[in-house]
T-cell receptor
């Protein structure tokens, strides 16, 4: 299995809703990432999990809450989002967090906040 | 600290060649290259780790200059499937923070 699987593919949520994005990989990768991508822009790093521990939080608002229940699974919990949070949310994984390996990206969740 | 890519956009005819540059004011720890088609995830193309390194597969290759401040991606005899946005990326050394360059939109016409 050489894929990163993200669900759901599309999500529309109200500003008072609570929802979660899910990311799964079975490649034995020990680093997992959340990126946010706006249209026609490069992906922006949000969180890095290294060996199942949160190692980087790029000053992301607390309405985004990451969770790594095990080495294969990464969640992003969403609560009280704003319309400007609408974007493509990408999950990625890498064998290790040291930048010496390419990243495998999931196909993303396209989030719309209404 | 974000690497700057040039050109921002390029349009080619099938069979033409293209070069995409990725530059930084500081030495890059490593350089990754990705292609992202509209509405899809970025796809890893290759990684360069050492100054002076060159590598490639099929008709896509890349180089990393000796000072590790510039990398170039070479697309030879372009095909329609090469269309997309190309990103270089790098780790901010010692931080595990991986950031992407500004991106280059490439369109290949029949």
């Amino acid at each position: 299995d050489t894929e990163v699987t993200q669900t759901p593919k599309h999500l529309v949520m109200g500003m008072t809703n609570k929802k979660s994005l899910k990311c799964e990989q079975h490649m034995g990768h020990r680093a997992m990432y959340w990126y946010k991508q706006k249209a026609k822009k490069p992906p922006e790093l949000m969180f890095v999990y290294s060996y199942e521990k949160l190692s980087i939080n790029e000053s992301v608002p607390s309405r985004f809450s990451p969770e790594c229940p095990n080495s294969s699974l990464l969640n992003l919990h969403l609560h009280a989002l704003q319309p400007e949070d609408s974007a493509l949310y990408l999950c990625a994984s890498s064998p290790a967090p040291d930048g010496n390996y390419g990243y495998t990206f999931g196909s993303g969740t396209r989030l719309t906040v209404v | 600290q974000q690497p700057v890519q040039s050109p921002q956009a390029v349009i080619l005819r099938e069979g033409e060649d293209a070069v995409i540059n990725c530059s930084s004011s500081k030495a890059l720890y490593s350089v990754h290259w990705y292609r992202q088609k509209h509405g899809e995830a970025p796809v890893f193309l290759m990684i360069l780790l050492k100054g002076g390194e060159q590598k490639g597969h099929d008709k896509i290759s890349a180089s990393f200059n000796e000072k590790k401040q510039q990398s170039s991606l070479y697309l030879t005899a372009s095909q329609l499937s090469y269309s997309g946005t190309y990103f270089c990326g790098t780790e901010i050394e010692g931080t595990y923070k991986y950031i992407f360059g500004t991106g280059t939109r490439l369109k290949v016409l029949a």
